[in-house]
Structure formats: structure tokens, C-alpha cells
């Protein structure tokens, strides 16, 4: 089963009285993909927030349900809740008295007895979690002597320590500088590709997911919830619908960046420009490299809607749907790998 989590006309918002209730959204139905970062997107005031700690169970919803591994999640305790689901939110522990193992080893308190103490197996697993993130130096230093960016890597090890499949992030990189996001999201797909972490991760940063998740979800007040790969999304307009505005992606070389090889082992994409700018997008974003050489052995050619890959000149596969030629090209690199 690719889905860890299964949302089924999940109604979010708060309940006044008995009686009355403020819907923040339609009825949402998606899935989150197991060991895989999905962003969760939309304008200010759309519910990321509040959809984001339903999931968590901190708020209830009004109606429908969340499967976690087709078990009902309104049925789990609190403790096994904790066992499954860690959230990591803006706001970080600042108590001048605390270490960062201190916080990370908070990490471990649904697994400990009504004491709460920790035996070498719990500190072991707060090592390992601290190492991961690449804090260990830091362990006895106190939080108020850390930047933003190392508290963020601390609250991500404390998360670690939980050692729950699912990780939930509300707004993480919302006080960092460009290189400290840079790291926090590099340090996230390591999560998902080594420790095969289920990670959702709640942001106003547009390019920044663009850049690094594998799925998005986009939401809108009044909007249907819909969900796809970044580059589907944006060519199919819908986007610039749900923020209400074009002009984000009315140059292709915009959010890109990309850099030309000479390589004949990369893509050489041709096409419709815009269309093939993001094709180029969701190839780098999987680790392809880009050729610009017309000669290069692997072309994708865009005609309308239809994708066709070429190997060596020859028609390997057409496809219309843009996640199916990424599903595709990575069966082809397996089978021509083995």
C-alpha cells in the first residue's frame, strides 16, 4: 500500500456550540504517500494550520475520518497516537534551563513508565536522532545559545527520538535564512530516503516546495482540496487558480535556476516551452540531469498534452499523465540498471 494515510471527507474547522460550527474547508479527501515528503500549500487564512493539527489530533474534526494504515485514528489513544505521529511546530522550547539532549530526549516520554525516566536504550535512540540531524556537538549546549537553525534541527531530532513513521511540520523554515532552509529541507529527504519517514510539511514558501517535495497538497477556502506532483499542478494552472494570481509563473525560467550539461547521459526535453521548462523542473527535482545537447541518448518529447520517451531514438513509452512519465522513466532505470 503506497498510502500511510488515507483522509476521507475529513471536515475541518471549530465547533462554537452543539449546535453550530465554522467550516474552514470543503470536505477533504487525499492520501499521504509513505516515505515521502508531501507540502502542504495555500494563501494565508486557507486552514494549513488547522488541517495540519487535526491530523495531529490536537483539534477535533467536524466530521469524515483519517486512516492511519486503514486503522481509524479517532479510535487511537493519546499514547498510541504519540507513537505514530510527531509534530514539529514553529514555535521551539525556549527555556534558558533546558540542554538540547533535555529536549530531545522529550522525544521518548510516550515510550517511558509513569516516571518518565529514560534507560541507555532511550538515550541511545536520542544519540542516533541527534547524529541524524547533525547536533551532536550541540547535545549539552542550552537552547537560548543556539540559532534558529539549530533549534529547528533539535525539535526535528526530538521528533526523531518519538520514532513515529509520520512527521508533521507546521511552517519549519519560517524564521530561517535561504541557506538554513536549504539545509532543513535536504535533511527531511535524507529522512524519507534513509529512515523511510512519512513527512508532511505545512508552508507559505512556495518555491521552496516546488524545489523539494515529492507530492503537494493545495488548499483554498471554498476550493475543493486537490493533490499531485508539483509540476502537474502548475502546468495545469491550478496554482495560480488557488492563489488567485498568474504572474508566478508567467516566465519558465522562474523558481528554476536550472544549469545546462553537456552531457549526452542527461534530458534533452523538446516542446512547448513552458511545459517543457517544467518537465526539466521535475526532472532535476528527482536527481536527473539536464542535457541541452539535441544528440543526447534519453529525449522526452512534448506534442500538446502527450509525453514520449526516446532512448537512442527509439519510442520507449507515451504517456499523457506528467506522474506517470516519472513512474515510467524510474521502471526504465531500474530495468536498464539490472
Given at each position: 500500500?503506497?498510502s500511510?494515510?488515507d483522509?476521507?471527507?475529513l471536515?475541518?474547522g471549530y465547533?462554537?456550540?452543539?449546535?453550530?460550527?465554522?467550516?474552514?474547508?470543503?470536505?477533504v479527501n487525499?492520501?499521504?504517500?509513505?516515505?515521502?515528503i508531501t507540502?502542504?500549500?495555500g494563501?494565508?487564512?486557507?486552514g494549513?494550520?488547522?488541517?495540519?493539527?487535526?491530523?495531529?489530533?490536537?483539534?477535533?474534526?467536524?466530521?469524515?475520518?483519517?486512516?492511519?494504515?486503514n486503522?481509524n485514528a479517532?479510535?487511537?489513544?493519546l499514547?498510541?497516537?504519540?507513537?505514530?505521529?510527531?509534530v514539529?511546530?514553529t514555535?521551539?522550547?525556549?527555556?534558558?534551563?533546558?540542554?538540547?539532549?533535555?529536549?530531545?530526549?522529550?522525544?521518548?516520554?510516550?515510550?517511558?513508565?509513569?516516571?518518565g525516566k529514560?534507560?541507555?536504550?532511550?538515550?541511545?535512540?536520542?544519540?542516533?536522532?541527534?547524529?541524524?540531524?547533525?547536533i551532536m556537538?550541540?547535545?549539552?549546549?542550552?537552547?537560548?545559545?543556539?540559532s534558529?537553525?539549530?533549534?529547528?534541527?533539535?525539535?526535528i531530532?526530538?521528533?526523531?527520538?518519538?520514532d513515529?513513521?509520520?512527521?508533521l511540520?507546521?511552517?519549519?523554515?519560517?524564521y530561517?535564512?535561504?541557506?538554513?532552509?536549504i539545509?532543513?529541507?535536504?535533511l527531511l529527504?535524507?529522512?524519507t530516503?534513509?529512515?523511510?519517514?512519512?513527512i508532511l510539511?505545512?508552508?507559505?514558501?512556495?518555491e521552496?516546495?516546488?524545489?523539494?517535495?515529492?507530492?503537494?497538497?493545495?488548499?483554498?477556502?471554498?476550493?475543493p482540496?486537490?493533490?499531485?506532483?508539483?509540476?502537474?499542478?502548475?502546468?495545469d494552472g491550478l496554482?495560480?487558480?488557488?492563489?488567485g494570481?498568474?504572474?508566478?509563473?508567467?516566465?519558465?525560467?522562474?523558481?528554476?535556476?536550472?544549469?545546462?550539461?553537456?552531457?549526452?547521459?542527461?534530458?534533452?526535453v523538446?516542446?512547448?516551452?513552458?511545459?517543457a521548462?517544467?518537465?526539466?523542473?521535475?526532472?532535476?527535482?528527482?536527481?536527473?540531469?539536464i542535457?541541452?545537447?539535441?544528440?543526447?541518448?534519453?529525449?522526452?518529447?512534448?506534442?500538446?498534452?502527450?509525453?514520449e520517451?526516446?532512448?537512442?531514438?527509439?519510442v520507449?513509452?507515451?504517456?499523457?499523465?506528467f506522474?506517470?512519465l516519472?513512474?515510467?522513466?524510474s521502471e526504465?532505470?531500474?530495468?536498464f540498471?539490472?
Amino acid at each position: 500500500m503506497n498510502s500511510l494515510i488515507d483522509i476521507k471527507a475529513l471536515e475541518i474547522g471549530y465547533r462554537l456550540s452543539k449546535s453550530k460550527t465554522v467550516s474552514l474547508l470543503p470536505p477533504v479527501n487525499l492520501q499521504l504517500k509513505r516515505a515521502a515528503i508531501t507540502g502542504l500549500i495555500g494563501v494565508n487564512g486557507s486552514g494549513k494550520s488547522t488541517l495540519l493539527r487535526t491530523l495531529a489530533g490536537v483539534l477535533i474534526p467536524l466530521s469524515g475520518e483519517m486512516l492511519f494504515d486503514n486503522f481509524n485514528a479517532s479510535h487511537l489513544k493519546l499514547k498510541d497516537r504519540a507513537r505514530l505521529i510527531s509534530v514539529v511546530l514553529t514555535e521551539t522550547i525556549d527555556d534558558p534551563y533546558l540542554k538540547v539532549i533535555d529536549v530531545v530526549a522529550m522525544g521518548r516520554y510516550p515510550y517511558t513508565g509513569f516516571l518518565g525516566k529514560l534507560d541507555k536504550a532511550d538515550f541511545e535512540i536520542c544519540y542516533h536522532a541527534m547524529e541524524s540531524t547533525g547536533i551532536m556537538q550541540l547535545s549539552q549546549r542550552r537552547l537560548n545559545q543556539l540559532s534558529d537553525g539549530e533549534k529547528q534541527k533539535v525539535m526535528i531530532a526530538k521528533a526523531l527520538a518519538q520514532d513515529t513513521p509520520l512527521i508533521l511540520l507546521d511552517e519549519p523554515a519560517a524564521y530561517l535564512d535561504y541557506p538554513s532552509k536549504i539545509e532543513l529541507m535536504l535533511l527531511l529527504k535524507k529522512l524519507t530516503i534513509e529512515q523511510h519517514k512519512t513527512i508532511l510539511i505545512s508552508s507559505h514558501d512556495l518555491e521552496m516546495l516546488l524545489r523539494t517535495v515529492d507530492d503537494l497538497w493545495l488548499i483554498g477556502r471554498d476550493l475543493p482540496a486537490i493533490q499531485g506532483i508539483p509540476e502537474q499542478l502548475v502546468i495545469d494552472g491550478l496554482i495560480s487558480q488557488y492563489f488567485g494570481t498568474d504572474a508566478i509563473f508567467q516566465e519558465s525560467g522562474h523558481l528554476s535556476n536550472l544549469g545546462e550539461s553537456d552531457s549526452s547521459e542527461g534530458f534533452y526535453v523538446a516542446g512547448d516551452g513552458f511545459r517543457a521548462h517544467w518537465v526539466r523542473h521535475a526532472l532535476i527535482r528527482t536527481g536527473r540531469l539536464i542535457s541541452y545537447k539535441l544528440s543526447s541518448k534519453n529525449q522526452i518529447i512534448i506534442e500538446g498534452s502527450n509525453f514520449e520517451y526516446r532512448m537512442n531514438g527509439d519510442v520507449v513509452f507515451k504517456t499523457s499523465i506528467f506522474e506517470e512519465l516519472l513512474i515510467k522513466l524510474s521502471e526504465n532505470e531500474k530495468l536498464f540498471n539490472t
